[in-house]
Structure formats: C-alpha cells, structure tokens
C-alpha cells in the first residue's frame, strides 16, 4: 500500500483521534508503558478490525493521542510508516520493534494469536471462530513519541 504523507498536525491530544493499544486492562497498560519507555515503536492492528469500526488506515505524519486504560490522553504520537500486508509476512525487527521483548516472528506471532483468537476480540469482530492464518490481512504501523502528557 502506497504511504500519504498526513498534512494537517494538531498538537491539542484532545482535538486527536485516540490511539488505544488493546483493550483496556493489563496488556494495554504494558503496551502504553512500553510506548512511553521508547522499547515499543510499532503496533500491528488487523485489516478485519478496521473494518468493523469503520475506521481508515493511520496515515504517514498523522498524529494520535495515546490513550491509557483510563481513557487519558498520555501521549502525542506520530505514524512514521503504515503498511497494509499479509500476517505472514511480518518481519523479525518490526516483530521486535513492537517492544514486548519477541526475540523470533515465531514468538510475535503466538502472543498476537493468543489476542487475536481471545473472547474479547472474537466478540469485537462479531465472529465467535474467527481464525488468523498467514493470508489474514494486518495493518502494520510505525510510530514515535513526539510528547509526553501530564
């Protein structure tokens, strides 16, 4: 997929949309934590999961307030890279750039199955048997920090 470059750049995080890690709770503080660390500069999202929301495609320079299980914006983030591929096909450092501490595509891609195939994504997606395989299409995004909040 072809990256746009995203013109307008608001710094209000309130006037942002919001960047939620998971669902709120444990992983999303983990994941939140590990953002604000520097250790998690990529995220992987599912194609189905935009979809469903109705969502678009994060855009290159577009930026997002991080949001915490609260609800809070903590962060202004910025997408530096989007791509839309098959699962299969990620790759071993964006794995370990996603800060989790995956040292194999093997290991990223069970801890994401294990997500992925939860009850609470499976009732998101409205489909008690959804099932990842390596043709499943994910969204595949970079990103960083450009400030911390409160």
Do not use: C, N
């Amino acid at each position: 997929m072809e990256q746009t470059e995203y013109v307008a750049r608001s710094e209000d995080p309130e006037s942002l949309k919001p960047l939620a890690l998971a669902f709120p709770g444990p992983l999303r503080d983990q994941l939140v934590a590990a953002v604000l660390s520097g250790e998690k500069t990529s995220t992987t999202g599912l194609m189905v999961a935009f979809e469903v929301e109705g969502e678009e495609l994060p855009r290159v320079g577009e930026r997002w307030a991080l949001i915490d299980s609260e609800e809070r914006p903590v962060a202004v983030v910025e997408t530096t890279e989007v791509r839309v591929l098959p699962v299969g096909e990620i790759d071993l450092q964006f794995a370990i750039d996603e800060g989790e501490g995956y040292t194999t595509v093997a290991e990223w891609r069970a801890s994401h199955e294990r997500f992925w195939h939860g009850a609470e994504m499976r009732e998101f997606l409205g489909d008690p048997e959804f099932t990842v395989t390596d043709a499943t299409m994910a969204v595949a995004e970079r990103f960083e920090v450009v400030r911390r909040l409160g």
